[in-house]
């Protein structure tokens, strides 16, 4: 009697490993969970819309280099505030590096053909041709060398001794100052005494500093928000969750936008503001503080 063994079980389709998302997903779906549109990100990120158009869908081949592509993830990983890392090992398990390709046979004149086994050889030619330049180089430097010399010597015979002439000392010419400016004109009808000098008027005070303001941000629901003072400094970027409070103070007046504004509950200068009348359809809010 013969025993057996039954082959082991095959594991279900959906235990298999599940695929790590691509790069694109990640990022549209961190780009529409913020709020932010297309133009949005390339105004943020300084990159074409193009480019983020490409980078969403993957679209490798309509990319730089990988150098450039992985510096494009680290911009909006920034922005975005997704895992930097995660986004770029993603991107290298779909770029597959070019394999190099293989040297070409070399014929000689005898029809031998030498690969990558015959190395000896062609390290004897190409050591060869090297000797062959230099040895050439050496005998054209030396030709030119026993060339000129001839010539300027040529040229130092035909001037003359005499013919060099020295430079003279200049005369010294005297220059006598003329006499300062008596502190009194002397006019027509008499001495005239000069006015004195008026006084410089008193330098007018600088302007005040500009003003500054105090907000403050309470999340009630996640959303995106960047913050810029009047000098064009950023004073809060990314995306915050709900129960966040911040507290920030810069130059007013500030530019706001928000990516949930319903999220957002806004004090300024401890003053309840209002900001349904700036929301959009998508629920993103751009405004200044103070409000006109």
């Known amino acids: 009697m013969i025993n057996e063994t039954p ?3 095959t594991p279900p389709a959906s235990a298999a490993a599940v695929p790590p998302a691509s790069p694109g997903a990640m990022i549209r779906e961190a780009r529409e969970r913020a709020g932010l549109s297309l133009d949005d990100m390339a105004a943020h990120t300084k990159l074409a819309r193009a480019t983020l158009e490409a980078l969403e ?10 150098v450039y592509v992985r510096g494009y993830y680290r911009k909006c990983a920034k922005v975005l505030e997704i895992d930097e ?3 770029i090992a993603a991107y290298n398990a779909r770029v597959v590096p070019r394999a190099p390709e293989a040297p070409a046979k070399l ?3 005898s029809g031998t053909e030498l690969g990558s086994s015959s190395r000896l050889p062609v390290s004897m030619a190409v050591l060869a041709a090297v000797v062959a330049v230099v040895a050439c180089a050496f005998i054209w430097f030396a030709r030119e060398d026993r060339q000129a010399y001839p010539v300027v010597a040529e040229v130092i015979e035909e001037v003359p001794l005499g013919a060099v002439v020295r430079p003279t000392p200049e005369s010294t010419v005297e220059v006598q100052a003329e006499p300062a400016a008596d502190a009194t004109a002397v006019g ?5 005494t000069a006015p004195p000098p008026t006084a410089e008027p008193a330098a007018q005070p600088t302007a005040a500093a500009a003003a500054t303001g105090s907000l403050r941000l309470r999340f009630v629901a996640e959303s995106w928000v960047r913050i810029d003072d009047a000098g064009g400094r950023v004073l809060l970027s990314g995306l915050r969750r709900a129960g966040t409070v911040e507290t920030i103070q810069g130059q007013a007046p500030l530019a706001v936008f928000l990516g949930n504004a319903p999220g957002v509950e806004i004090e300024f200068e401890g003053r309840a503001v209002d900001v349904r009348a700036y929301v959009r359809d998508n629920n993103t809010a751009r405004f200044t503080l103070p409000l006109p």
Do not use: Y
């Open 57 to 66: 869908r993957d679209d490798h081949q309509a990319l730089l280099e990988p």
């Open 188 to 192: 027509v009808d008499g001495p005239q």
């Open 85 to 87: 890392a995660r986004l």
């Open 7 to 9: 082959d082991p079980p």
């Open 107 to 109: 014929r000689l004149a």
